[in-house]
Nanobody, 115 residues
């Protein structure tokens, strides 16, 4: 059973930065998609950023220019660099990894942006 373990969340002041990491407990066959999602209280989970197996990326309009998704295939890890954080970025952040025949979600990591 593959597990995704997220880390890097926490409390940060507006304008600050965080780097989230999501590591898989073992290799996932033919990963074709990695994504970060967020869910704020009372809201639906929504896509923040994604990167395909070929390296193409896409971002939610609200984070373009502030967040960057990247991956390290050798480490089975996907990252989300979050800069210029604002209070509306406060949410639980989840990673999702999709392979040829499997889909995996992390347990979530809390990000709180507050002064």
């Amino acid at each position: 059973q593959v597990q995704l373990v997220e880390s890097g969340g926490g409390l940060v002041q507006p304008g600050g930065s965080l780097r989230l990491s999501c590591s898989a407990s073992k290799s996932i066959f033919r990963i074709n998609y990695r994504g970060w999602y967020c869910q704020a209280p009372g809201k639906q989970r929504e896509l923040v950023a994604a990167i395909t197996g070929g390296g193409s990326t896409n971002y939610a309009d609200s984070v373009k220019g502030r967040f960057t998704i990247s991956r390290d295939n050798a480490k089975n890890t996907v990252y989300l660099q979050m800069n210029s954080l604002i209070p509306v970025d406060t949410a639980v952040y989840y990673c999702r990894v999709v392979g040829t025949s499997s889909e995996h979600w992390g347990q979530g990591t809390q990000v709180t942006v507050s002064s």
